[in-house]
Each structure stands twice: as structure tokens, then as C-alpha cells.
């Protein structure tokens, strides 16, 4: 019997995305005959799914079963669409952008924060990210099931998409000129943080609104990235928060 978290076999991986399942993410065989994988890899791609070529030894390990050289795992959540939010939250909003977390439990910490802090959305990029793991929805205790968790191609979609509806967003970067308590966060506001060891990468940074960073007295570098969103969450909610 097929396992209820995996879809094995080529066709019937493009029927699940047709029939728009969520998955997490989609395997497939290192050596696989690349022309008959190729409406697989382009059904893949128009649906952002992401997608890696792995040793038979992998799949072999996600499944018993004659796998065909594809394994898709399911995923626990259902993603929204980010346009859709964009066009119908509530004002003010909060969105929380998410460049290269590749550490599941960050992400999950982050999607707790987000959570508490009632943002509108947690968008993470297609490709360079963790997924939604079950690891993830573990550490977020439950926060993937209360905030909308939104995929896209690059982040530099999403902010194209930001940019056109007047939402300004805000980098978290420790170059930055200003600290975060010198900004405005009453409105609607997009908040992007960046992996630790590389931080929000030049081109999504380029594209940001403005850039904040969090003081520092002690003798470190930086924080924690989850840390960090946690505290860019905190006084954003602070503000909103005044009587």
C-alpha cells in the first residue's frame, strides 16, 4: 500500500500535482533518461515544486515500492497563495520573507514567532530553503497550522509583488545604518531575514524598501536568525500594540 506522506512513480507524481496536492518536495533518480522525465521536470517547475536529482540508494530508502526514479513527499500543510493575501489582508499587514533558512528548526522557531505575532504570511522561496518538514512543524509548535505559509519561484517575485502594491520591506541587515527602533511599523510592512552564515542575499536585498539592523553591546557579531525574527516581530507588534 502506497505510504500516506510519499507518491511514488513518475505519472502518477505530474496526476498529483494536476490535481494540485501539496508537496513538499520531489526526488529524483541522479541517472534517470532525462527525456522521460521531461514533462515531469516541467509540470515540477510551473507548479514551483521543488525538486533534486538524488542516488537510487535514496529513493530505494523513501520507498519499497517500484518507484520508477521519482519519490514526492507529501506535505502536512496546504500553501496559500501570496497574491491572494496581498490583495485581500487586513490591514495593517505583516509578511515575513525568508532568504536561504536552510536549518529546519530555524525555520520552525520563525514560523512560531510569526505566528504570535499574527502576521499575514511566512513566504519562502521555492529553491535554497528548508521545506515544511515534519522537524518544522514540530519546533513552530502548531504555528504552520495558524499562519499561511506561502511558496514562491524567488523571493524577488514576492517583492516585485510587494513593491506593486505600495508594501514597503524592511532587510534585516548588521551593516545597516539605522536600528530597527528608528523605523515605523504601523503599517503594512514585509520583513525579510536572511540565512546566518550568508544573511539576505544581494539581489533580494537590492530590491528591499529599506534595511534595519538589531544593536549589539556584547561581544558577538550577531544574532541568532530566529532570534533576530523574533525581535523584528516583537517591536513590530510593540507599536502596533500602543494604546
Request: aromatic residues 6%; charged residues 20%.
Amino acid at each position: 500500500m502506497q505510504s500516506e506522506k510519499t507518491i511514488f512513480g513518475r505519472q502518477a507524481v505530474i496526476e498529483a500535482v494536476e490535481a494540485s496536492k501539496t508537496i513538499t518536495k520531489v526526488f529524483i533518480q541522479r541517472d534517470l533518461n532525462k527525456s522521460s522525465a521531461e514533462r515531469l521536470i516541467r509540470t515540477l517547475e510551473n507548479a514551483t515544486i521543488p525538486y533534486s536529482y538524488v542516488p537510487i540508494q535514496k529513493l530505494n530508502k523513501l520507498t519499497p515500492h517500484n518507484h520508477q526514479g521519482v519519490v514526492a513527499q507529501l506535505s502536512e500543510i496546504t500553501f496559500s497563495s501570496l497574491e491572494e493575501l496581498v490583495e485581500t489582508h487586513e490591514k495593517p499587514g505583516l509578511f515575513v520573507l525568508l532568504d536561504g533558512i536552510t536549518d529546519t528548526r530555524n525555520m520552525g522557531a520563525i514560523i512560531r514567532s510569526a505566528a504570535a505575532a499574527n502576521a499575514t504570511a511566512v513566504v519562502i522561496p521555492t529553491n535554497g530553503s528548508a521545506q515544511i518538514t515534519g522537524e518544522t512543524i514540530k519546533t513552530s509548535a502548531g504555528g504552520v497550522f495558524q499562519v499561511p505559509i506561502c511558496r514562491v519561484s524567488h523571493l524577488k517575485d514576492a517583492l516585485y509583488l510587494l513593491q506593486s502594491y505600495d508594501i514597503q520591506s524592511i532587510v534585516a541587515d548588521e551593516k545597516a545604518a539605522q536600528n530597527l527602533f528608528e523605523f515605523d511599523l504601523t503599517n503594512t510592512v514585509a520583513i525579510v531575514m536572511g540565512a546566518e552564515d550568508k544573511g539576505v542575499s544581494q539581489g533580494v536585498k537590492k530590491l528591499c524598501s529599506q534595511a534595519a539592523k538589531l544593536p549589539i553591546v556584547g561581544d558577538m557579531d550577531s544574532y541568532n536568525v530566529s532570534v533576530a525574527a523574533g525581535m523584528f516581530l516583537y517591536e513590530t507588534m510593540r507599536q502596533r500594540l500602543k494604546p
